[in-house]
């Protein structure tokens, strides 16, 4: 089994957590035929929830970095949906990223571009996807970002 992905990941300095069991009554992911559904990933490190609310105490840079925790959290489902073996994903197909934000933040762009910017870093190509960025008045926990992903694979 090659593990380009995750050799690419390693350079980046990204080793991938191991995928969080859902929070209630849903599953991680959905594989219908060849595509992975991986459900909504919230923004999280190694020191917890990443919480706030964009354009009140966060800044789009510090969500772009929340962001990319979610990216990280979609790859963990991924390879887990591939019994491990990362390589088995063809592209990323399509991302949802919900930003908790005030209503007059408009920049929910830029803060999911820190999972997409991440994604074609790490992927090359196959992480180029269709994207949509929305404002949500609150999410679960308080996290600043939650994004969701439809992953084709090999």
Do not use: W
């Given at each position: 089994?090659?593990?380009?992905?995750?050799?690419?990941?390693?350079?980046?300095?990204?080793?991938?957590?191991?995928?969080?069991?859902?929070?209630?009554?849903?599953?991680?992911?959905?594989?219908?035929?060849?595509?992975?559904?991986?459900?909504?990933?919230?923004?999280m490190d190694e020191n917890?929830?990443?919480?706030?609310k964009l354009g009140e105490?966060?800044?789009?840079?510090?969500?772009?970095?929340?962001?990319?925790?979610?990216?990280?959290?979609?790859?963990?489902?991924?390879?887990?949906?591939?019994?491990?073996?990362?390589?088995?994903?063809?592209?990323?197909?399509?991302?949802?990223?919900?930003?908790?934000?005030?209503?007059?933040?408009?920049?929910?762009?830029?803060?999911?571009?820190?999972?997409?910017?991440?994604?074609?870093?790490?992927l090359g190509d196959i992480?180029?996807?269709?994207?949509?960025?929305?404002?949500?008045?609150?999410?679960?926990?308080?996290?600043?970002?939650?994004?969701?992903?439809?992953?084709?694979?090999?």
């Amino acid at each position: 089994m090659s593990n380009k992905i995750e050799a690419r990941l390693a350079e980046l300095g990204v080793t991938l957590p191991q995928a969080p069991a859902p929070a209630a009554n849903y599953v991680p992911y959905v594989i219908s035929g060849n595509l992975v559904y991986v459900s909504g990933q919230v923004s999280m490190d190694e020191n917890g929830f990443i919480t706030g609310k964009l354009g009140e105490d966060m800044a789009a840079e510090a969500g772009a970095n929340a962001a990319k925790t979610c990216a990280i959290g979609l790859l963990a489902q991924v390879k887990a949906a591939c019994d491990g073996d990362l390589d088995r994903l063809a592209r990323v197909v399509k991302l949802t990223g919900f930003v908790n934000s005030t209503p007059a933040f408009g920049d929910q762009p830029k803060v999911v571009n820190g999972a997409s910017d991440f994604l074609v870093e790490a992927l090359g190509d196959i992480g180029r996807h269709s994207r949509s960025a929305v404002s949500a008045a609150s999410l679960p926990f308080g996290v600043a970002v939650e994004i969701e992903g439809i992953f084709e694979l090999k």
